[in-house]
T-cell receptor, first 113, second 111 residues
Framework: DAGVTQSPTHLIKTRGQQVTLRCSPKSGHDTVSWYQQALGQGPQFIFQYYEEEERQRGNFPDRFSGHQFPNYSSELNVNALLLGDSALYLC????????????FGQGTRLTVV | EDKVVQSPLSLVVHEGDTVTLNCSYEVTNFRSLLWYKQEKKAPTFLFMLTSSGIEKKSGRLSSILDKKELFSILNITATQTGDSAVYLCAVFYNQGGKLIFGQGTELSVKP
């Protein structure tokens, strides 16, 4: 049973560029949430997708957008990258939006130079 | 504003010591509190606490929640070098959806 898988594992981008991160949820899970974890900080909630719609959103600008596909996998897109976007991006999957039991992927380390 | 605060932010102990990690929260519509261990990248689940005063245990780790005073503690007895990690506390909203995390406590266990 595959857990949550994220790709790529590492990424280096230049300021102003755009990036797409991908996540496949744990088998049987239908809800995907994205978190940003800056160095030395706890993860911060970006948004959650369920039934291919954004259900909740944290305090992040519109440069951060996402998508969920019919197979429940998800993408996180960040436009006009800033140096401050450098962080570990974690994807978490769960069964339904009301379940606190989220399983996390290994994350994508994004470095913006 | 909802927040979760952990203390201490970092801790260095020697193998065999007992440690207590703290987590306090101010969150509306509280539903449950979760503890995670983060060694390199993926946080891994340790405990979920919903009811006040009931201790959860798993081997050398234990945790308890006080819903009146709005805090939780995570105890690790007879620490080992493999316990070195960042320990994250998070609160889950009653209305579902997101976890609000604290800053984490970085624990380093020296041989």
């Amino acid at each position: 049973d595959a857990g949550v898988t994220q790709s790529p594992t590492h990424l280096i981008k230049t300021r102003g560029q755009q990036v797409t991160l991908r996540c496949s949820p744990k088998s049987g899970h239908d809800t995907v949430s994205w978190y940003q974890q800056a160095l030395g900080q706890g993860p911060q909630f970006i948004f959650q997708y369920y039934e291919e719609e954004e259900r909740q959103r944290g305090n992040f600008p519109d440069r951060f957008s996402g998508h969920q596909f019919p197979n429940y996998s998800s993408e996180l897109n960040v436009n006009a990258l800033l140096l401050g976007d450098s962080a570990l991006y974690l994807c978490a999957s769960s069964l339904g939006t009301a379940s606190p039991h989220a399983f996390f992927g290994q994350g994508t380390r994004l470095t913006v130079v | 504003e909802d927040k979760v605060v952990q203390s201490p932010l970092s801790l260095v102990v020697h193998e065999g010591d007992t440690v207590t990690l703290n987590c306090s929260y101010e969150v509306t519509n509280f539903r449950s509190l979760l503890w995670y261990k983060q060694e390199k990248k993926a946080p891994t689940f340790l405990f979920m606490l919903t009811s006040s005063g009931i201790e959860k245990k798993s081997g050398r780790l234990s945790s308890i929640l006080d819903k009146k005073e709005l805090f939780s503690i995570l105890n690790i007895t007879a620490t080992q070098t493999g316990d070195s990690a960042v320990y994250l506390c998070a609160v889950f909203y009653n209305q579902g959806g997101k976890l609000i995390f604290g800053q984490g406590t970085e624990l380093s266990v020296k041989p």
